[in-house]
T-cell receptor, first 112, second 111 residues
Framework: QQQVKQSPQSLIVQKGGISIINCAYE??????FPWYQQFPGKGPALLIA?????SEKKEGRFTISFNKSAKQFSLHIMDSQPGDSATYFC???????????FGDGTTLTVKP | DGGITQSPKYLFRKEGQNVTLSCEQN?????MYWYRQDPGQGLRLIYY???????QKGDIAEGYSVSREKKESFPLTVTSAQKNPTAFYLC??????????FGEGSWLTVV
């Protein structure tokens, strides 16, 4: 049973556009929601994360929007750049219970 | 520098051979993980450990084995029972339930 569903699987955006990736979770015990960015041949790295006590978190061009009642969260990349081309994974975890559950990933291509 | 060190970066396995991937972390994290990633695919959990001398199977543990004798080390052995081991392997660590820090990965190819 997949506990975190991520969409879309792939996304193509023009330079300067907005990239939006969505995730939905099932387990209401989750209390930590990070996004990871992975470049080809490298390990994923934390991009931005949010906890359910806030509805939005912004760091530079990257914003997480969180909807606790809908059990959904999304990553918005403003003014997308070719250097943002990577695979993005959402994840969810319970900080009292251990391991994270990952979405299947979204491959983002930003065209110049 | 703090982080996760995986070795080797590239490894070739002959049919019927066991190989071991090394993973060391100096972040003082309790939890360590091994993930497998096939080209263009997501992260699949092989094994994880939340404390020394204890580990649990993940979603695709068959054909793999691990040990956790030290907090800093979590080696993964790919046994001959794993029939399709060619993949990118990622070691990671974290405080339980928090941000996961990944290594640079190891490429395993069957020859």
């Amino acid at each position: 049973q997949q506990q975190v569903k991520q969409s879309p699987q792939s996304l193509i955006v023009q330079k300067g556009g907005i990239s939006i990736i969505n995730c939905a979770y099932e387990n209401t015990a989750f209390d930590y929601f990070p996004w990871y960015q992975q470049f080809p041949g490298k390990g994923p790295a934390l991009l931005i994360a949010i906890r359910p006590d806030v509805s939005e978190k912004k760091e530079g061009r990257f914003t997480i929007s969180f909807n606790k009642s809908a059990k959904q969260f999304s990553l918005h990349i403003m003014d997308s750049q070719p250097g943002d081309s990577a695979t993005y994974f959402c994840a969810a975890s319970n900080t009292n219970a251990g391991k994270s559950t990952f979405g299947d990933g979204t491959t983002l291509t930003v065209k110049p | 520098d703090g982080g996760i060190t995986q070795s080797p970066k590239y490894l070739f396995r002959k049919e019927g051979q066991n190989v071991t991937l090394s993973c060391e972390q100096n972040l003082n994290h309790d939890a360590m993980y091994w993930y497998r990633q096939d080209p263009g695919q997501g992260l699949r959990l092989i094994y994880y450990s939340q404390i020394v001398n204890d580990f649990q199977k993940g979603d695709i543990a068959e054909g793999y084995s691990v040990s956790r004798e030290k907090k800093e080390s979590f080696p993964l052995t790919v046994t001959s029972a794993q029939k399709n081991p060619t993949a990118f392997y990622l070691c990671a660590s974290s405080w339980p339930g928090n941000t996961i820090y990944f290594g640079e990965g190891s490429w395993l190819t069957v020859v």
